[in-house]
């Protein structure tokens, strides 16, 4: 009898390794109605205990801010999360579109697609990391309404 092996996708690279932790494919866009304002977006892997994203900077940004996303019918609705986001144990934690997300708030200039802007991670228990973000082209995700939290 022939056994059949699965083939396993390769593992995808990251872009950093901070302990347990592992940045991948890290980038960013601008707002196609607001140019001062950008969205960054990778994936966490955590190969270890919990942790949590406590903050972010970056040169090019006045501020960034970690935001969750909400959809409420065809308006979004976007919230900070003052006590940053949690980083599962063994798990993964995706930062997307109309999702979880870093804020950069007050751009210098809009980011220019092809290029690259480092962001500065800060962790609970990893501790901190500067990882280029890949700049793509600025994309519309619907109306977003800021609320408090």
Not at 45 to 59: F, I, Y
Not at 112 to 132: H, R, Y
Request: aromatic content about 4%; overall charge positive.
């Amino acid at each position: 009898m022939l056994k059949w092996l699965r083939r396993s996708e390769p593992k995808e690279v990251p872009a950093a390794t901070l302990g347990p932790l592992q940045i991948v494919k890290p980038w960013a866009r601008s707002s196609a109605s607001e140019p001062d304002v950008g969205g960054g977006y990778m994936t966490v892997v955590n190969d270890g205990e919990s942790d949590r994203l406590v903050s972010a900077s970056c040169s090019a940004a006045g501020s960034v801010e970690i935001h969750a996303i909400r959809v409420k019918g065809p308006a979004l609705e976007m919230r900070k999360q003052d006590a940053g986001l949690v980083i599962p144990p063994a798990n993964q934690q995706i930062l997307k579109p109309r999702g979880y997300h870093l804020l950069m708030r007050d751009l210098a200039s809009p980011l220019l697609a092809g290029s690259k802007v480092p962001v500065t991670l800060v962790f609970e228990k990893a501790g901190s990391v500067t990882v280029d973000f890949a700049v793509e082209e600025p994309g519309a995700v619907g109306h977003v309404t800021l609320r408090s939290s």
